[in-house]
């Protein structure tokens, strides 16, 4: 892509409503622009973020064996008060009517409609264990939107449902789930720790909240200081095997957010020198909550005796677009963004210094079209600007890495390859910057897969 093409409003200076550093990095690098309070747009490079997130937590989620679906953003009233959420949700849920004045609503979570799908569709037993996930826009009127993507209104989700015939069933959906989650953060390079968590207005008894720790969080955090350096389970985790090992690893040692935080327990399973209090952020939540809303919606199946059972559900949702200022919030520094490879809207930054100078114009072209046949997306700033000014805006936009074409180097037959998150520099031959940056990207698909 041509900077000179592209669509990248960038801002000088820090927009005075950000309170938090992702906030003001997502506006200033040209990210999101809102549409009003906790509504945004996101624009060329955001949307290209979010896709990749997007994107992993699908991968994993299928990895897993949960299916993908779509449900639509607005649901009918009736189905909530089948399940008798529809008084209690309160003033979070926005509330339409259309045009025959009949009662609908724009979802901010999605178990009713699930329940209606699966019960209307399956009667035996014989197809259970099933998951069902979709990645869709939910609304939720909160009471105080703030720090940009991070408590929106309307915000991206992914929710997954599981449907189970017994409670030990359920449990394993719940630890696939569980470990999966493990897994899709670690991708995104952060550290993401589970802990015991409210159930809240979703409901049930059994509950992880998956937590990154970053000062800006928004919940306090309490943990065994050996959580956080858990390595998690690798692509090669067999996820009909026994996970309870790797369940045990991670829920063995103290960790509770402030709801769920017992001073007197802490003090006493923790060692002084093992405890961290810190502030954190949910991007993720998972809950069991058995019948509660089969029950209610009559979402039963045939058991192997012939009797009808009530099958046993749970709920995992994951933040989609509160992870792009997660990510920021734990990656940055004070020139800007420093996007993990995994996530970054583009893998290398190619700088002209100087645009107009033929040769140097020409270098930059043909380094232009060998990484793009590389198969390395490439953000080429080919615009008329000072060089000080493009370096800024690289920093700030956070690619992981730049290259750095002037008059100098293509006359010596070299160019700068500059490693974001390091500042590392160095001066190479066109071929070895080329080497140097496939193996990276080698690397981080070898992480993934
Ligand atoms: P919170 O405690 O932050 O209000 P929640 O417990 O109400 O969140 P869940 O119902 O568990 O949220 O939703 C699943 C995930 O969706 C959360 O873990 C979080 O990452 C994300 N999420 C929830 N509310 C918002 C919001 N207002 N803006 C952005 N993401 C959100
Ligand atoms: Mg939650």
């Not at 009918?76 to 959420?85: F, I």
């Amino acid at each position: 892509m041509r900077l000179s093409r592209y669509f990248l409003p960038l801002l000088r200076d820090d927009p005075k409503e950000a309170e938090i550093a992702s906030h003001r990095l997502m506006l200033r690098a040209g990210l999101i622009r809102q549409a009003s309070a906790g509504i945004y747009s996101w624009l060329p490079l955001g949307f290209r973020v979010l896709r990749k997130i997007e994107d992993i937590v699908r991968e994993e989620q299928d990895r897993a064996g949960a299916l993908e679906l779509l449900m639509p953003t607005i649901q009918p009233a009736e189905l909530w008060q089948e399940s008798g959420r529809y008084e209690v949700y309160g003033k979070e849920m926005l509330r339409i009517s259309d045009r025959h004045e009949r009662a609908m609503l724009y979802g901010p979570t999605n178990e009713e409609l699930i329940t209606a799908i699966f019960r209307d569709a399956v009667k035996s037993y014989k197809d259970l264990p099933r998951i069902l996930y979709h990645i869709q826009w939910k609304f939720r009127d909160e009471i105080r939107p703030r720090f940009g993507v991070m408590r929106g209104r309307e915000f991206l989700m992914k929710d997954s449902y599981s449907f189970d015939l017994t409670v030990e069933d359920a449990r394993k959906s719940y630890n696939r789930m569980f470990v999966s989650y493990l897994r899709t953060f670690a991708r995104m390079g952060l550290k993401s720790v589970p802990m015991v968590a409210e159930t809240g207005v979703i409901g049930g008894n059994l509950s992880h909240e998956f937590i990154i720790l970053a000062d800006t969080g928004e919940s306090e955090v309490y943990c065994h200081r050996d959580l956080i350096q858990l390595e998690p389970p690798g692509a090669d985790i067999d996820y009909q095997g026994d996970l309870a090992p790797v369940i045990e690893a991670f829920t063995g040692k103290y960790a509770a957010t402030s709801e769920k935080h017992d001073a007197e327990s802490f003090a006493r399973e923790v060692p002084a020198k093992d405890r961290v209090t810190a502030r954190g952020i949910e991007v993720g939540h998972i809950f069991f909550f058995g019948t509660k809303y089969s029950e209610a919606m009559g979402c039963k199946v045939q058991g192997p005796g012939g009797d009808l059972v009530t099958v046993q559900m749970g709920s995992y949702g994951i933040g989609v677009s509160r992870l792009v200022g997660a990510i920021i919030e734990a990656s940055h520094d004070d020139a800007g963004i420093i996007w993990p490879q995994s996530v970054a809207p583009f893998d290398v930054g190619l700088i002209n210094v100087k645009a107009g100078d033929a040769a140097t114009d020409a270098a930059c072209e043909s380094l232009y079209g060998k990484l793009e046949t590389a198969g390395l997306s490439v953000l080429y700033d080919d615009r008329d600007d000072r060089a000080g000014a493009k370096f800024a805006a690289m920093d700030l936009i956070g690619l992981p890495w730049q290259i750095i074409v002037g008059p100098k180097g293509v006359a010596s037959g070299e160019i700068e390859l500059k490693e974001r998150a390091t500042g590392a520099r160095h001066s190479l031959t066109v071929e070895s910057a080329l080497n140097r940056l496939l193996q990276s990207s080698r690397e981080a698909s070898k992480e993934a897969a």
